[in-house]
Every structure is written in C-alpha cells, then in structure tokens.
C-alpha cells in the first residue's frame, strides 16, 4: 500500500506528515506543522458488501458520494450525513467523528463503525473490530481512531453498518415560539410525543430562509418508516403545532449551507438547557447578523456558522460561559483556537495513547492542539 | 506470609469483615458463570464506597501487587478469576447517584444490578436497554467491562452505545472522567476504549448512562419451524428485509427440550426443529405493519406457526425461556462450554450445518440458542468434565467451530468477551501486529499491566514491545515533536 510506505519515508526521516482524505473539507483550522501531505484521495472504493448482511466495507478515501451511490443501489444507506460536502471521504468522516441531523435517530458516526484498517505512524497496518454487526473481540481499536483526527493512523479501510431506506419518508417543518421557556416546552413536547423521527433539528430564520423554508425560526424533523408508521407521526406532529411538508432537499441544503465558512463551533450540555443555550447562542452572536444556527434537540447540540470574523464581545462571551456549556471548534482561525481550545489532548493517558501509535509523532502535529 | 500482610492493610481500609484470606471462603470466587475455569485469588477484598475503592487500588499501587475487578461474577470468559493475586469485588458499590428523566440519564455506581436500574427507571417510562441474559444479577460494572449486550441489542445497541461517562480509578490510583455526561466532550474516545476492556484498564466508580424512551407498542412472536435451515434463512431473510427487530433469537430443539422439561417452561413446540423468538417495537400502527411483514416471511419460509403473545403474561412467559436457557442446561450435565462467535448473518444456515457436523464427529450435544438477529451463535456443549475423553472431544469441537465461524468473516466474541476462554482464538482474527497496538493501548491506562493480567491478549503479542526500541525512541519523539 502506498499509504504505508509514504508514512514508513516519513517516520524514518522524523518528517511531520499531514493526512488528508479527500482534501475537499476545509482544514479545521489548528495549525498543522507538516512538510507533506499524504492524501487518501486515489485509495478508494468498495472492498466488500454484501448488501444482505446490511454491512459494507470500504477504502478511506471512498467519498461520501460513491458510498451513497453504491449502497442507494441496493437500497440501502448509511444515516450519517455528516454537515458539508459528500465529496468528503469515509475515511475523514470517521477521523474527525463528524456527525449529521440523522445522529438523533441513528446515532453518530461511533455507532455505525464496525471495523478499521489504519496505518500507524510507524506505517504498520493494524485492524480493529471486524465485519459483524456485534464484536467485543481485542480492545476497542475502532472507537480509539474514530475522532483521533489522523493523529493516531491514517484510516485505510472502513467496515460500515448499513439500514435499508425505509419505504416511506416525510419532511415536516414547524414554526417555534422565540421565547426560551415557550420554546422549551415546545422541545418538551416533541420529545414526549409518540414520534421516532429520523432527525429534529431548529433551525434559525435566516437558514430556515437559506434552506428555502419560510423566513422564521423553525423546527425540521424526517420521519421515515413504513405507510402506517410516517402517516401516524405526521398526524402526532401536526398536533402539536402549524407544520408544513417541506422538501426532502432541505437536509442537503443544510448540510452544505456551512461550507466557505470560516468559523463553526458547536455548544453542547444536557438536553434539557437547550432552549436556554439556544438563547444564549443568539444573543451572543447578535451583532453577527450573517450567523446561521440549528441545533440538534434531542441531542441538545447548538451548531453555529458564522461567515466571518465574531466581534472580540461575542468570543468574550462565549469564553465565559464554557462553564455552561462545553464549546467544541470545528472550523476557526489560529488565535481563536489557542483562546478557546487549547489542546484536546493534555491528559496522561491520551499523551500515552499519541506516542504508542505514532512514537516520532509525525501525524497531523498540532491538529488537536500544540504538541507538548 | 505476604499475602496476611497485605490482607491486614486491606482490613484497614475496608474493614476485617470485607476482606478473605482462607480457601474456604475464597472457594466461591474460584470461577465465574463458566465452571470449567477455576484460579484461586490470593486474597479478595471488598470495598464499600468509592473512597474505599480508590483507596484499595492506591494500596495495591505501591506495593504492586495485580489484581482483578470483578462484578457479580456472571460472565462467561472467565474473565474475573484472580490467578493468585488480588480479587477486588465490587457488588458492595450499588448507590444509585442520580436519575434524570428529563434528560434521560443515570449516575449509578457499578455494583448496580441491571435490573435494578430498570426497576427504577420502568414506572418513569424509560429503560436501561442492555439486556444480558443475566439482568437479574449481572452488575453496570461488569456490563461496562465486557461491554455487553443482549438480545435487544440488535436494535438498541450494546452498552458502549449507552454509557455517557464513566470515572474510573486507574491501576495507578489516578482518578479520571472519561466522556461526558453533559454535552459533547473532544479528544481521544477513552470512553470507547474502556468500555469492553475487560478490567483491563482500570476500576470504574460511577456510571452515567443514557435511558431510552419506551416503545409505545412491543409485539413478541414465536415462529416454529420444522427444519433449522428454514428458521436460519428466515433470520437472513427478515434482516436483509430491512426491518430491525427488537430481537430476534433463535432456539434449537435440543434448547427447546431442556427448557421445556424445566421449571422455566415457555410453551415452546416441543416437536420443533427450531423457534424464532421475535420482538417488533415502535409506534403502534406501524408496528402491527411490520408484524404483518414478518408473519407473510415466516410462513413462506416454511414456519410451521407463527404466534403472537396476546398479552404482557405471555410475553413475558415466552422470554423467560430465552433467557434462563442457560441455567437449564444444568439439567443435562454438571459442565457448560458455551461460544459466543458472530458471524455475518447471511451465512447463518450454513454454519449451524457445519456445527451439527462437527457435533456428530467429536459426538458432542450440542445446543443452539442464540441472537440470530445480530449474527451472534451460542453453541452451548453440556458435558461433564471429570469425563477426560468427553472434555477432549467438547475441546476439539469448540476449536472447529470457532474455526468454522472465523472462515465465514466471523469474530470470535460478540459479548461475552475474550477473558481466558478465547485467549488462544484471537490469534485467529487479529494480526501480531494489531495485537501488539492493543497492548499499547492497554499500557497507556496500565502501564504496569497490573490490572486483570494474562486476560484478552496473549503476554507473548505484547512482550514484543518492551523489546523493541519503539518504545524508548517514544521519549525521543516528545522532544522532536516541540520543537516541529
């Protein structure tokens, strides 16, 4: 494998080597102190499916796109969705544990691996988990690389859960009381509701109007199952406020509104403070009129998109109120990762588990923070 | 001489009554829920509260000496037997911290029994959805080290897909919170990694965990068939369908008769080559839509019946069979070897053919119940033995059909974890080099291995390491990597 031989060049001259999928999503943004870059790009496509057993198995640097291709014809898919562009690889999609508006009804992306291949930094080759749906076999390679950012190994091989697309879909939007305490009870009552959705995502004004919804802040949910099960959770979801049909391309459309952009954060904490953290999030970034915001409500996730700089005010704030709730970056210029998240990855055992796979600590330095 | 000693430290800490020096009472400690193992621990030691346990593994640091966690002892790897060193039990650990029906969360600490938990968070309308066959006694500590599942786990996921947090201490005595209970948490995915790591990697004190939402409708059926390859392909045929059961578990006839001759009687067809017990949850009306398709899938697979409980009684009187199944294979003989290979579910018919072959050969009875829905085979082999020539043929026979189960893509553990049982298959699925990752994974939480040693990974996959220059260029490489 090329891969492999590229990382062994790199790990025997100590050369910091960048690992990128399909170099199709932008860089999160932490300084990278490479002087190569390894690209998975030309390592792609379908290894082995069988689309009976509901699992394929796939290069790292297969795009989303070529994946939805070849499990769409059998059917099938795999609900990850992640927000941004599908010419992004498996691979990447995995490295950074990235995660769409199906993670409230199918789980992220954690959930749906099954088995990894990885080039460490030594340019071994290792594998963890397997080709079956269940497997407590070794340790937990597989969760260890997922969201390791390529720190750990360049991800080679794939192994997917797949579901078969339901025979029905239906996408619904509703408008949402504004006010945080009407809006909580409204996150209350859906939650209750005899509704399994695929996704429950609010959605701000402006991107409701982006996505091509009326320009109000609005909640966007997909049912999907059989004739019975959707007709039934439409007439649940109605009850509970005035809701449209909306388009099914409103998923997509939110998937990529984020890209160019040039800083994404997310604000998490218990379900139950999302209205109050949906509040602050609005409040904060008030000035920035060009922000768009949803926020995954089962999951109590705020994702926040902002086109251009934040004003120091609202990165002030939001500094301050990390004791509220936990910021995670996905996208953001230097400084702004040095002020909110200095490094992911200070604790011993995690500074343990950088250097048994990558001892010359070649891989992706600095993506999770400086290297100490 | 050492070990008084080292118990008399422990009393210190725990008190005399929670510590056992003398074989007699360390005999019940001998073995867990599969008897052919059995290692005596040097000492076991009980602690009663979360400052109790970090104080005992402090101890246990500075004198160096290993140990074993271990929670109610149900598991069935042997995987919580103590070779002669320190047995650290934590079944006195049952506070129940917090529950959140608002957020759907629960702090419990890990002698908490899983059913325990469910019985607290049913009348809330949520539930805890791991479901081990031995709910009834098997502790969250014990779940979270051999990351079980159970039959509801073919669509709910295992217990890495419901625990939030875990803090843990670690053999060091370090205390340390992995996940996140409130919100999203960056970084490495040490929650992952210990979840299933077998009290490899550490003790964990409390658990949060995630509690699902009730289905508003559950139907259960029990489809009867007249030929095992009929119920086999009829499992293949439900899955590729696209319908994610509940559970979907397969009982063969030897299963069925011993059940049925038991105290745990289901009504199973005693005259059935094999059932399928089926569980379809959702909403109510598209529930009854889904039991219509597995009905029409049952029948023109050959099912020769196929009923529905009428109501909550009789569900329940239907899984009660599955899931002491186990227990009343007791019945047949003293021994019980039991597998726990999953393999890629089209394959099913096929290899419980080839199991019934290599069961006639080595003249092994063999009893097939298992999670048909995720793959999952149990063949459980009753034996005696105090029998050498049966123990021979019983040994030879689990090695074929793990072989059987490795060639069609299989793994050779799905819950019950590799322990001491399948120590000598994970050669067959792992290269030397992923095994060697696995131990540095291990160290990197132990670095001593002191925790539960000479489980999951064989000590010749690891010593590898210590040998090459790896791991003194890893200090080289920290400098090298500042100044890049």
Redesign the interface.
């Known amino acids: 494998m090329i891969i492999q031989e590229r990382v062994r060049e790199a790990a025997a001259q100590s050369n910091p080597v960048r690992i990128a999928g399909r170099s199709t999503w932008l860089s999160a943004g932490r300084p990278v102190a490479a002087t190569q870059t390894v690209s998975l790009a030309d390592h792609s496509g379908v290894v082995d499916y069988v689309p009976n057993d509901l699992t394929i198995t796939v290069r790292g640097g297969t795009s989303l796109a070529e994946l939805s291709r070849a499990t769409g014809a059998e059917g099938q898919w795999l609900p990850v969705n992640p927000f941004g562009s599908d010419e992004g690889s498996i691979g990447a999609t995995v490295a950074t544990a990235s995660s769409g508006p199906f993670a409230h009804g199918f789980g992220t992306i954690r959930d749906l691996v099954l088995g990894v291949e990885v080039v460490t930094g030594e340019g071994k080759i290792i594998r963890g988990g397997g080709r079956v749906v269940k497997n407590v076999a070794g340790f937990d390679l597989v969760r260890l690389m997922t969201g390791s950012w390529g720190t750990l190994g360049a991800i080679s091989e794939v192994t997917l859960r797949l579901y078969a697309k339901p025979s029905h879909r239906l996408t619904m939007a509703m408008e949402t009381p504004t006010d945080a305490r009407r809006l909580a009870e409204r996150f209350r009552g859906l939650l209750d509701a005899p509704i399994i959705p695929f996704a429950l995502e609010l959605l701000s004004d402006n991107l409701s109007q982006r996505i091509g919804l009326p320009p109000r802040q609005m909640i966007l949910v997909e049912f999907g199952g059989n004739a019975a099960a959707v007709s039934a959770q439409r007439d649940a979801f109605v009850k509970i406020g005035a809701a449209i049909e909306a388009p099914p391309e409103c998923w997509d459309k939110l998937r990529a509104a984020t890209s160019g952009t040039k800083i994404v954060f997310r604000l998490s904490g218990l379900p139950a403070g999302l209205a109050a953290r949906w509040d602050f999030a609005k409040q904060t970034l008030e000035e920035s009129h060009d922000t768009l915001m949803h926020a995954s409500i089962g999951r109590g996730i705020v994702r926040c998109v902002a086109p251009d700089a934040l004003s120091s005010t609202a990165i002030e704030k939001l500094v301050a109120a990390r004791t509220n709730h936990t910021m995670i970056l996905e996208s953001a210029p230097a400084d702004l990762w040095k002020r909110i998240s200095p490094s992911a990855i200070t604790d011993r055992v995690s500074q343990s588990v950088r250097r048994a796979f990558d001892p010359m600590m070649i891989l992706n330095p600095g993506i999770l923070g400086p290297v100490n | 001489m050492a070990n008084e000693r080292l118990a008399s430290d422990l009393a210190g800490i725990v008190g005399d009554r929670f510590v056992l020096l003398r074989p007699s009472e360390l005999l019940v400690y001998n073995s867990d829920g599969l008897p052919g193992y059995r290692r005596k621990p040097s000492v076991a030691v009980f602690p009663g509260t979360r400052d109790e346990t970090i104080e005992v593994v402090r101890l246990l640091a500075r004198v160096g000496v290993p140990f074993v966690p271990r929670g109610a002892g149900t598991g069935l790897s042997g995987g919580a037997l103590a070779d002669d060193v320190v047995l650290l039990g934590l079944h006195r650990l049952k506070r129940v911290i917090s529950i ?1 029906a ?3 969360r629960a702090t419990v600490e890990p002698g908490v029994v899983n059913l325990a938990l469910n019985r607290i968070a049913g009348p809330l309308g949520l539930l805890y959805a791991p479901d081990p066959s031995s709910e009834a006694a098997c502790t969250i500590g014990g779940n979270v080290a ?2 079980a ?1 159970g039959p509801h ?1 073919l669509k709910y ?2 217990t ?2 419901h625990v939030l947090s875990i803090t843990a201490v ?1 053999p060091d005595g ?1 205390v ?1 919170t992995l996940g ?1 209970d ?12 210990f ?3 077998e009290g ?1 990697f550490g003790v964990a004190l409390e658990v949060t965990v995630k509690l699902t ?1 009730k ?2 409708a559950v139907r259960t059926m029990l489809a009867d068939f007249v030929s095992v390859d009929d119920a086999a392909r009829v499992t ?1 045929s439900i ?6 059961p509940a559970a979907l578990e397969f009982m063969d006839n030897a299963t069925i008769r011993v059940v049925e001759e038991s105290i745990y009687a289901a009504g199973y067809p005693a005259d059935a080559a094999a059932v399928l017990l089926i569980e379809l949850d ?9 039991v219509a ?1 597995v009905r029409e899938l049952c029948a023109a697979g050959g099912a020769r019946d196929v009923r529905v409980a009428g109501n909550e009684a009789e569900r329940l009187r239907l899984w009660q069979g599955r899931k002491k199944a186990f227990g009343a294979m007791g019945r047949l003989a003293p021994h019980l070897v039991v597998q726990d290979a ?5 394959r099913l018919a096929e290899v419980l053919a080839t199991i019934a072959r290599i069961a006639a050969t080595h003249r092994v009875h063999v009893c097939n119940v298992f ?1 048909a829905g ?3 085979l149990h063949p459980n082999i009753p034996y005696n033995a105090d029998d050498p020539d049966e123990s021979e043929r019983v040994h030879l026979a689990m090695q074929e059909i793990m072989r059987a189960c490795v060639d069609a ?10 322990g001491l049982d ?1 120590l000598n298959y ?1 050669e067959m ?3 030397p ?6 131990c ?6 132990d ?1 001593d291995r002191r925790a539960n040693p000479g489980k ?2 064989p000590i010749h996959s690891c010593q590898e390491w210590k040998a090459t220059p ?1 791991a003194s ?2 200090t080289a ?2 400098t ?3 100044t ?1």
């Open positions: 959140d608002e957020n759907r051999e990351n599942g786990c996921g295992v890495l897909n670690l370090e340390v996140s409130s919100g999203e948490r960056e970084g490495y995915d040490l929650l992952g990694a979840i299933g790591s490899c939402k289905p508003p293949s899955i590729a369908s696209g319908i994610v959702g909403l109510t009306a598209g529930v009854e839509a889904d398709v999953v393999i890629p579910r089209t999670h995720d793959g999952n893509g299989g793994s050779i553990t799905g819950e019950h974890g590799v399948k994970i699925i792992f290269s080099d992923s095994l060697d990752a696995m540095r994974l291990r160290s990197a939480f670095p999951v990974i790896a260029r890893a490489g920290t090298a990597g500042a890049a």
